[in-house]
C-alpha cells in the first residue's frame, strides 16, 4: 500500500553445474565429448573380446549412459550458441 510493498523479483533461471562450466569455457564440451567416445569405445572393444556374460547388461547400461551425456552437451552447446 502507498508504494511500500515488495516488489516482485523475477526469478533467475536454474542452471546445472554442467550448463555453467559450458558457458565459461566451450572448450570444456568437445573435452567431455571425446571423453564419453573413449570409454564408448573402451566398453565396445571389451564385449567384442568376450567378457562375463553376466557384465553385458552392466556394461549396455554404461553405454547407453554415455550416450545420453553426450546428447546432452550437444544440447547445452546448441544453446549456448544461440545465445
Sequence with gaps: MFG?????????KFQFDL???IAKN?????EITSLCEQKVDQIKAKLKS???????????????????????VK???????TK
Excluded: C, Q, W
Aim: without cysteine; charged residues 40%; hydrophobic residues 30%.
Design 26 to 30: 566451450p572448450t570444456k564440451a568437445k
Design 19 to 21: 550448463e555453467v562450466e
Design 4 to 12: 511500500l510493498e515488495k516488489e516482485k523479483k523475477k526469478p533467475t
Design 50 to 72: 568376450g567378457t562375463h556374460p553376466d557384465s553385458f547388461e552392466p556394461l549396455g547400461i554404461l553405454i547407453h549412459g554415455y550416450n545420453a551425456m553426450k546428447r546432452v
Design 75 to 81: 544440447k547445452i552447446e546448441k544453446k549456448e550458441a
